[in-house]
């Protein structure tokens, strides 16, 4: 079944239009003609200066989704909460646990803020779901659950630990997509493809199989990656043959740019403010 009516908005990016806040964050906002949908959260205030600025309601949302537990995807989650007394939160369980990213020896906590987990905690444990495998929230909306880690080329895209002393590799096992399906094919949100962006797409494939992609938005955390790795996904990009590549957030100005020049006009970098229609 698919959605008679697709329309997403990027709320929260790292670049945006004219007028609106930019920060290091990703929030989409997804209307399927029949669900509210917003996919992450970003840091809070970008959230809360782009959604009135931009038209959207957010007391209107009966859905909140929550890609993984970074605080660039979740700090606006109290904002959200206090906007609806009726939203249903999904999120794997790993996005409450502590996680670091370790740079030149230093460690950096990068975990849900704690305004957000005590607003997550206070929250009807009715309207909470956690989801440990893919599931569908809709007949025309999914998502993924943890994602198969099968491309030997894709990694966690950084620096990423459970412990401050950098002991425990942290596998952002709580990564999750969210897809739509259209008469046009499959439109795939992304938050920050920790899982790889190519696993991604071929754990959806798998999930929805015959129906191609028809677009992927978000990040793809290609901020860091090699000539390796950034030319086996333009590869599997090309096979997978999407008709629109929207980048943003952690994809990183330098990989878009690549993109952008190995694949054309497929390639469309987003910006909060950006609204496309399906």
Known sequence: MSAEELRITVVVDNHASAGLAAEHGLSL??????RHILFDTGQGPALAANAPALGIDLSRADTLVLSHGHYDHTGG???????????????HA???????????????LISMPHEAM????????????????????????GLTG????????????????LDPEGVRADPIVDDLALWVSTDEGLVVCVGCSHAGLINTLDQIRRLDPGRPIRAVIGGFHLVAADEERLTRTVAAL?????RCVMPCHCTGDAATAYLKNALGEMVQPACAGAIYRF
Request: charged share 25%; proline share 11%.
């Open 29 to 34: 906002w997804i209307d399927t003609g029949t």
């Open 77 to 91: 989650l109290p904002l959200v909460l206090d906007a609806s007394d009726h939203i249903q939160v999904y999120a």
């Open 94 to 108: 790993g996005v409450v646990q502590p996680r670091y990213s370790i740079r030149d020896g230093q460690a950096r």
């Open 118 to 141: 005590a607003a997550l905690d206070h929250m009807d444990s009715e309207r909470l779901h956690w989801v440990p495998e893919p599931m569908r929230l809709a007949p025309n909306v």
């Open 146 to 161: 943890p994602i198969e880690r099968r491309t030997p080329y894709e990694d966690t895209g950084g620096p990423f630990y």
């Open 238 to 242: 090309r096979n997978i043959a999407p």
